[in-house]
């Protein structure tokens, strides 16, 4: 059971827009900034967002993401049947001193 | 382009360690910690450790008993042996590169490893 909570599951319908949230505590997201990886099926895990709210070159702007307190989520708009897999949240924890990914959320668009 | 090519073995036996060795092409080790992490069939991902360019390591609370990172700035790469393998360790393992702001953006190709009798 992971340190960091996703929901198992999401899904939503083509074009439309989707959230997915990651849940942690003061010692993690509450102290520090977050990732997020998308791993589509087959492959390996893809950087979608860094220090909170950013984007690597190439990714585009239908992903966002932002954090409150100890809680934070990844926003998808427009959405295309080759966004679905799974995407993970990630973030180091102060207390532990190690990485944490949250248990992964898979994305169905319908 | 900094890219990891990583390499080592695809089965193993229990109680026999792991040891896999990723290489960096392009890039240089200075301002830079290097990750492993793992991916059991199904399952989602787990971090097992980082070393810096000078050296520091940290690793998983799960796995510090058994994993020890190390690089070889000459030969630029890094590796990671884990000790006292089981069937749970099976996984694709995959290396990693960190930047400043904490961005692993650079993967490894991934191995799948394998621990059967």
């Known amino acids: 059971q992971s340190v960091l909570t996703q929901p198992p599951s999401v899904s939503a319908a083509p074009g439309q827009r989707v959230t997915i949230s990651c849940s942690g505590g003061?010692?993690?997201?509450?102290?520090?900034?977050l990732s997020w990886f998308q791993q589509l099926p087959g492959t390996g895990p893809k950087l979608l967002i860094y220090?909170?709210?950013k984007r690597p070159s190439g990714i585009p702007d239908r992903f966002s993401a932002s954090k409150s307190g100890t809680s934070a989520s990844l926003d998808i708009t427009g959405l295309q049947t080759g966004d679905e897999g799974d995407y993970y949240c990630?973030?180091?924890?102060?207390?532990?001193?190690?990485?944490?990914f949250g248990g992964g959320t898979k994305l169905t668009v319908l | 382009q900094v890219q990891l090519q990583q390499w080592g073995p695809g089965l193993l036996k229990p109680s026999e360690i792991l040891s896999l060795t990723c290489a960096v092409y392009?890039?240089?080790?200075?301002?830079?910690?290097w990750h492993w992490i793992r991916q059991p069939p199904g399952k989602g991902l787990e971090w097992i450790g980082e070393?810096?360019?000078?050296?520091?390591?940290n690793y998983s609370p799960a796995l510090r008993r058994r994993v020890t990172l190390s690089l070889d700035t000459s030969k630029m790469h890094f590796s990671m042996n884990l000790t006292s393998v089981t069937a749970a360790d099976t996984a694709v393992y995959y290396c990693?590169?960190?930047?400043?702001?904490?961005?692993?953006?650079?993967w490894g190709q991934g191995i799948l490893v394998t621990v059967s009798s």
């Open positions: 990693a590169r960190m930047g400043r702001a904490g961005d692993l953006l650079t």
């Open positions: 392009g890039g240089s080790f200075s301002d830079f910690y």
């Open positions: 070393i810096s360019h000078s050296g520091s390591t």
């Open positions: 003061s010692s993690n997201i509450g102290r520090t900034t």
């Open positions: 220090d909170t709210n």
């Open positions: 990630a973030v180091w924890d102060s207390s532990l001193d190690a990485l944490l």
